[in-house]
């Protein structure tokens, strides 16, 4: 395994713009670089897109030693590691698909007095072999090992939406090796942030940075299944369609305008949205989605299946995206789908416009100009629905979030939750945050951003 070699940077100025390729900072995250620096114990929330990963990647840059950053899931793990080794950062990960060889390479780096690694990615499960847990400790004596990082942070509480009881293995990191912690979250109720305090033990001056949960940008809106599952996927098509037909029409004006050349007059534009009404709605036309790239949710492999099939028997560039396709199919589709832009389609490959997955997709991806998300079913929690319809907009441009619920899709939930959890507290805790879901989409009077801004306690 042959690593890059990185002199720690002049400044945290320097490592964003020579090392990260960023010209400015964003909201809090100078302050929170400046925090982790100072070894103080750090909580972040901060919306889906905002900046998380530089908050800690930039301190593990500027250290001499090793970040060890736990993360819950190896595709996560696998794409930040891939947008690192592009910038050229020295980072690895003991996860199960790392062959013998590297990991063998990878150990011994890290057992030397000093590492080249700045980054080590870990997942929590992986916390719990002795292995790693001698290995860390003997880093600490050390001196090479220098902060714990814990991604999607909620996962620790049992209040969280996504509850992992092997994130408790740090308690473990927290008390044997003593070392700062950052912690970080895209959704996080007040009692859960609570909880989150708890359980790592932060101390009365441990830094809390909240970033607003208002995302102006996104649109919200709540459908209802009237008449079954068949009716949501002939909205979803109609939708599409239309924003294929405004797509069409603009790629068309723009040639017809090109063929004319500069002596030519060119047609007028086309004013329309690409929802493909007349634009002369309370909204302007320039200030609705464009392009067409996005994602459908669906709770299982068969709802995926069978969504995106009918979505491509109608013309839309969809395909489906879940556990049960093999590593190389889900690196393909990864691939033709965050190549596709609205206007370009690359030499060579089939573009992919939709995407119809389980919620674990779009973790992680670094994909800016996705229009529009849409759950075809009803997500568990708020909290849940609020990180993963976050994956819409990231580069600020108007995008759709859109919602079907159905009274038959609460019930099959509650059934749900009520079999699958062996623990009568958290049938409760799970039932509790799925009336919130409930609740939010059936609300006829309150506006869609200000009931998620109430639910987590923001303004």
């Not at 980054?119 to 003997?138: K, N, Q, S, W």
């Not at 079954?228 to 239309?242: P, Q, S, T, W, Y």
Request: aromatic fraction near 8%; proline fraction near 5%; charge should be positive.
């Amino acid at each position: 395994m042959a690593l890059p070699r990185l002199a720690p940077p002049r400044s945290i100025d320097a490592a964003l713009t020579e090392v990260f390729a960023l010209t400015a900072f964003r909201g809090d995250q100078r302050a929170i670089i400046e925090a982790g620096m100072s070894r103080d114990d750090v909580l972040v929330l901060m919306p889906t897109g905002g900046g998380k990963s530089l908050t800690y990647q930039l301190p593990a840059v500027m250290a001499r030693g090793v970040t060890l950053v736990v993360s819950p899931l190896v595709a996560l793990i696998e794409n930040q590691i891939s947008a690192l080794v592009a910038l050229r950062i020295p980072c690895a990960a003991l996860i199960s698909s790392i062959k013998a060889p590297h990991r063998k390479a990878i150990w011994a780096d890290l057992c030397r007095e000093a590492p080249m690694l700045r980054m080590l990615y870990v997942t929590p499960e992986g916390l719990a072999g002795d292995g790693l847990r001698r290995l860390l400790t003997e880093m600490k004596g050390r001196g090479t090992l220098q902060r714990l990082v814990v991604d999607e942070a909620h996962c620790i509480s049992e209040w969280g939406h996504d509850f992992r009881p092997q994130y408790r293995n740090l308690a473990w990191v927290k008390h044997a090796l003593g070392l700062p912690v950052t912690a970080l979250t895209a959704s996080a109720t007040p009692t859960v942030k609570a909880d989150i305090c708890r359980i790592l033990e932060f101390g009365p001056d441990a830094r809390t940075f909240v970033s607003s949960f208002f995302r102006a940008n996104l649109h919200y809106e709540v459908r209802w299944k009237r008449q079954g599952d068949n009716e949501a996927v002939d909205d979803i098509k109609a939708f599409l369609n239309r924003v294929y037909r405004h797509r069409h029409k603009r790629i068309q004006s723009s040639q017809e305008t090109e063929a004319a050349g500069p002596d030519g007059a060119p047609p007028p534009p086309h004013t329309g949205s690409p929802d493909g009404d007349s634009g002369s709605g309370s909204q302007p036309p320039a200030e609705r989605t464009q392009g067409v790239c996005g994602i459908v949710y669906c709770h299982s492999r068969a709802t995926c299946e069978r969504v995106a099939g009918e979505l491509s028997q109608a013309g839309i560039a969809a395909t489906s995206y879940h556990a049960g396709l093999t590593a190389k199919q889900r690196s393909e589709i990864l691939e033709d789908w965050t190549g596709t832009t609205a206007f370009t389609t690359p030499e060579g490959r089939q573009p992919i416009d939709v995407v119809v997955a389980t919620i674990s997709f779009g973790m992680g991806i670094d994909k800016k100009d996705v229009r529009f998300v849409i759950h075809y079913d009803m997500p568990k929690t708020l909290e849940g629905y609020y990180q993963e319809s976050g994956r819409a907009g990231r580069d600020g441009a108007v995008s759709r979030c859109i919602l079907y619920a159905s009274e038959d899709d609460a019930n099959k939930m509650n059934w749900l939750i009520t079999k699958g959890n062996r623990r009568a507290r958290l049938t409760q805790t799970s039932l509790k945050a799925f009336e919130a879901m409930w609740r939010y989409a059936t609300s006829m009077t309150v506006c869609r951003h200000r009931a998620m801004l109430d639910y987590f306690g923001a303004s």
